[in-house]
């Protein structure tokens, strides 16, 4: 019987639509699950596709072509050491384990050695665009030892995404560099969220403007420059009443963000590699603070509350939507110096227009100005974003709408944390002169840390008082 090219561990929301996805492309394909009831439910759905489910491990790896080529989605953790660990008395050298799921990279990199050694090869593969993206087309970023990609390629190709024909996945590099990809991908993800959440607030908050307003202004900037996955959901969010309901589903959502920790990860990873991931930071911190909802339950009968305004509501949208373009490249722009700082000190050679060129499509941050980026890292030489020529003439398009848009967000006391830590960030990216010389005298004032000077060499310490 001929034998199955590709197989999945785990039939998940996720897993079952990768699978049905790829038998759909006329794959043959194997799924396994520990669980009787999700391989039935992949067995109904894939039945005009001859998709095949089993709970049974030996007959999952017997009805796979070698080499092997078995992906794994479930959850990140300890999960996945398990099923490695299943795995491994049934394979043969030069079989691949993929982990499509989101994983720590640094996990990936252990499994990777592990595997290594024991002549298995190792993808650590990022996934994004949730079920549908699965079913019909994500964008994925695989990264380990290249060879065994040439294998998968096929496959991967023709069930990504695409965007002028082209896939939506790509070879990024070796080791743990996929997952790494795709923290950085979900850290972008946290804080071009907060952005949107924070311009719905000034709209709600500032210029009292009612839910069908607000609607239709996100709608009119996703038909713009600013087109994109988050502000198309947005503008259906911003549609849907539940039944029975008088008001839009999302006025009776809890406002407490939660996080599976992508986002966190990638904060403490720009930390550790000295990437100025601020806008990433903020959005991160913000989740947590929408926690402590008692805290700001006691704190808003303390302190007075954020109010609205006055001003001519249509300049002011059009501000706005200067300063969502003004942040959300400052955003991307942070993304970039993290995964271009990463590429030198993990020694990932990541190509960086390659990154931007997979996120065009199928992925929760794909959006217009991921084109812009492509083009920008065209240039190979280019160290950050900020510093292309078509991105800055951008920039400075939309500066001064930002600072009109915070300025009336601060007089009206309305928290809107990203937006200012992009401007801030801006604004300390085009200074050729940082007040960090004053940090340097302190430093070197209360412990000796030492200074240097810009007029001569050497390294100095003053004995200041
Ligand atoms: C994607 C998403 C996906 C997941 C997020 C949610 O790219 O498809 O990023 O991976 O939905 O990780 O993250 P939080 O639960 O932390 O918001």
New binding site residues.
């Given amino acids: 019987m001929e034998k199955n090219v590709f197989g999945m561990i785990g039939l998940g929301t996720m897993g079952r639509n990768l699978l049905l996805n790829m038998a759909d492309h006329g794959f043959k394909v194997t799924g396994y699950d520990k669980s009787e009831e999700q391989v039935a439910h992949l067995n109904k759905e894939g039945i005009a596709t001859n998709t095949y489910g089993t709970t049974d491990l030996k007959t999952f790896i017997s009805s796979l072509k070698t080499p092997r080529a078995i992906m794994m989605l479930v959850p990140a953790g300890k999960i996945v050491d398990a099923v490695i660990q299943d795995l491994l008395p049934l394979l043969e050298q030069g079989d691949l384990i993929i982990d499509g799921g989101?994983s720590h990279f640094t996990d990936t990199d252990h499994r990777f050695t592990f595997l290594k050694e024991k002549g298995i090869h190792f993808f650590g593969m990022g996934?994004?665009?949730?079920e549908k993206?699965a079913r019909f087309g994500p964008s994925m970023m695989p990264g380990g030892d290249e060879k065994a990609y040439d294998v998968v390629k096929p496959i991967l190709e023709a069930v990504s995404a695409k965007v002028n024909h082209e896939p939506c996945v790509t070879y990024i590099g070796p080791g743990a560099s996929g997952h790494f990809v795709?923290m950085v991908?979900?850290g972008i993800?946290?804080a071009l969220m907060q952005l949107i959440a924070e311009a719905y607030e000034i709209m709600k908050t500032g210029l009292k403007m009612d839910d069908a307003a607000i609607g239709e202004t996100f709608k009119t900037w996703n038909q713009g420059r600013l087109h994109s996955y988050l502000l198309e959901i947005t503008t259906d969010i911003f549609q849907y009443t539940a039944p029975g309901d008088e008001k839009i589903l999302i006025n009776y959502i809890k406002d407490e963000a939660?996080?599976?920790?992508?986002?966190k990860w990638t904060s403490q990873e720009s930390m550790d590699l000295q990437a100025a991931t601020t806008c990433i930071d903020t959005a991160v911190s913000m989740r947590d603070l929408s926690k402590q909802k008692d805290w700001r339950l006691k704190a808003a009968e303390l302190y007075p509350p954020a109010k609205a305004f006055q001003t001519d509501a249509k300049v002011f949208l059009h501000d706005l939507e200067n300063a969502l373009y003004f942040a959300t490249v400052i955003t991307y722009a942070q993304g970039m110096e993290m995964l271009y700082k990463a590429s030198q000190e993990l020694n990932y050679h990541l190509n960086l227009a390659n990154c931007a060129k997979i996120w065009r499509g199928g992925?929760?941050i794909r959006a217009a100005f991921l084109d812009d980026i492509y083009q920008a890292f065209q240039n190979k030489n280019l160290q950050h974003l900020l510093l292309n020529q078509a991105v800055a003439d951008k920039i400075k398009q939309t500066e001064k709408g930002t600072r009109n848009i915070l300025h009336h967000a601060i007089e009206a006391q309305i928290s809107m944390p990203v937006f200012t830590s992009a401007l801030s960030y801006f604004d300390s990216f085009k200074t050729a002169r940082m007040p960090s010389n004053l940090i340097q005298a302190q430093r070197d004032y209360f412990g000796a840390h030492t200074y240097e000077r810009i007029d001569q060499e050497g390294i100095f310490h003053t004995q200041w008082n």
Avoid at 127 to 130: A, F, Q, Y
Avoid at 258 to 263: F, I, S
């Fill in positions: 989101n996934i994004s665009g949730g993206g795709k991908h979900n993800e946290y939660k996080a599976k920790g992508t986002g992925c929760i």
